[in-house]
């Protein structure tokens, strides 16, 4: 089993920047990749970014690309999400995710994820 802690979450004003954190622990050796999704009020459930355990490319939605960087250090086990330029319509609760590869989904498919966070709010006001 593998566990997700995610923290940084908070409330700021459009333009602001925040980090989101998320820590593995557990049977974490079977990480193949790692991502950030967001769930908007009265939204589904959406991709954000996602990256490989091991390194390598990262991949963004359309909405957040050149604003926000998915990040990894294995060292404590711990994926980022810096979140630049902040929008009002960013706002959303925010999910990291662990991907053991085992499903076959592509990774902006939340059925490719084992395992998920309890989330973390973001707010941006205007």
């Known amino acids: 089993q593998v566990q997700l802690g995610e923290s940084g979450g908070g409330s700021v004003q459009a333009g602001d920047s925040l980090r989101l954190s998320c820590t593995a622990s557990g049977r974490t050796f079977r990480s193949y990749f790692m991502g950030w999704f967001r769930q908007g009020p009265g939204k589904e459930r959406e991709f954000v970014a996602a990256i490989r355990w091991s390194g390598g490319p990262t991949s963004y939605t359309d909405s957040v690309k050149g604003r926000f960087t998915i990040s990894r250090d294995n060292a404590k086990n711990t ?47 205007s």
């Open 79 to 125: 994926v980022y999400l810096q979140m630049n330029s902040l929008k009002p319509e960013d706002t959303a609760v925010y999910y990291c995710a662990l991907s053991e590869g085992s499903s076959g989904a592509s990774y902006y498919s939340a059925r490719a994820y084992d395992y998920w966070g309890q989330g973390t709010q973001v707010t941006v006001s």
